[in-house]
């Protein structure tokens, strides 16, 4: 491991992990910390060159951000996590998922994709035209070059195949917006390739966490109680 994420938590309790999207930081998570932390050990991490982690010098990739978080985990002695992931966040915590299942006791992808395509084409081209421009100067440009790592995360990750999730067998909830900037025949996609999963649509964009919190706490906390109940 190469660096140490920076990271907030609150209240006691099982953890549970969030993992914010691209270009973000873990205070995109404000309302749900103050929420769940009444019950929960919430853990908001800063991926890796977000917020206040270090770049380093490893590979700025979401397998690599999955490394990050398994390092994470074992440096904090945290066996396993409910773990909330949204938009990269969420393809970083399926990633984790997929290599690591015996560390998710419940996973929750808010706005997640499997792969570029996942996301409608008005809101993908002007990520993939900054992403050209950005590239073209990366050389000469330090701010470029950053722009260019944060875009093409988006550009040419995640990768990852519905047949991968059919071997998934962690209890899921597939969470978007019902305006959101994924695709609502890629999120059903997720939510009928996982064998454990249940779906759910809240009203809102992509953003529906930090913007219609209400409704996606009660969703994610009554996902949580049902299984815990069990």
Known sequence: MDIRLNYFESGIGEPFIL????GENYSYFKNQIAFFSKKYRVIAIDTRGHGKSP???AP????QFAEDLHDFM???DIEA????GFSDGGNIALAFALKYPERVKHLILNGANLYPLGVKRHVQIPIEIGYRMASLFAAKSEDARKNA???????NEPMITPRQLNGLHVRTLVIAGTKDMIRENHTRLIYDSLPDAELAFIAGDH????KNSESFNFAVAA???KENAG
């Open 55 to 57: 770049r380093g010098k």
């Open 149 to 155: 790592e944060m875009l093409g995360l988006m550009v």
């Open 207 to 210: 953003f529906i966490a930090n």
């Open 74 to 76: 074992n440096e904090h």
């Open 223 to 225: 996902f949580l109680s």
């Open 19 to 22: 993992l914010h999207g691209n």
């Open 60 to 63: 700025f990739t979401i397998r």
């Open 81 to 84: 996590a409910d773990i909330l």
